[in-house]
């Protein structure tokens, strides 16, 4: 786990010569784990795509962020959180994320965007929130970056800052429900899934993000 400075974004070059033998890799897409492998159209996610995913506050949308990357990160992919202050590290493990191959920006201030488009130099997902409502340019600019290094974006959004471009794939959370037993707790997430080309349709499904063990998983 690395974290860096917003007013020093950039990557030493021998941690970007550490990372470029995985994230130069040529396979078209990067792996999706449960449940998701299953409710996105190829199974995985296309190295070149722009992902968001909305949900109001408390609805879980950092957990569904980051249990889209959690395979590639088993699999040996190295992955970056940009602007999110507390990603919960705990939480992450949980979720099967690789700590050591995560790299953090939790406060980029105004330079959130650069700082994602930096990090694009040596990983395969970047996972950011925008401190507010990103600007269309800002937004395609950072989208343009990730298919020119074949790598893949995930966006968190709100309904009231929504990301302003239409990604590849929309995971919209609308309903969060925790249910309690005994002793243990799970989050159930209705989350409509649409997109472009085979996802252009949009399916609703239910997922627990976490469940008991702290995984994702379908309904």
Known sequence: MFAFS???PSLPQDLVATLRPVALAKSRTLPLGEPWNALVPGGGLRRGSSLVVEAPA????LSVGLSLLSEAS???HWSAVVGVDDPGVVAMAELGIDLRRVLFVPRPRDAWAEAAADLLDGVDVVLVRAPGRAAPNVARRLSDRVRERSAVLIALSEPRTRWPLAPD???SVTQAEWRVSSRLDARYLTVHVSGRGEAARGERHVVVVPNRRGRAEAS
């Open 6 to 8: 917003p007013s020093r």
């Open 169 to 171: 794939l929309l995971f």
């Open 74 to 76: 088993t699999r040996g």
């Open 58 to 61: 408390g609805f879980g949308g």
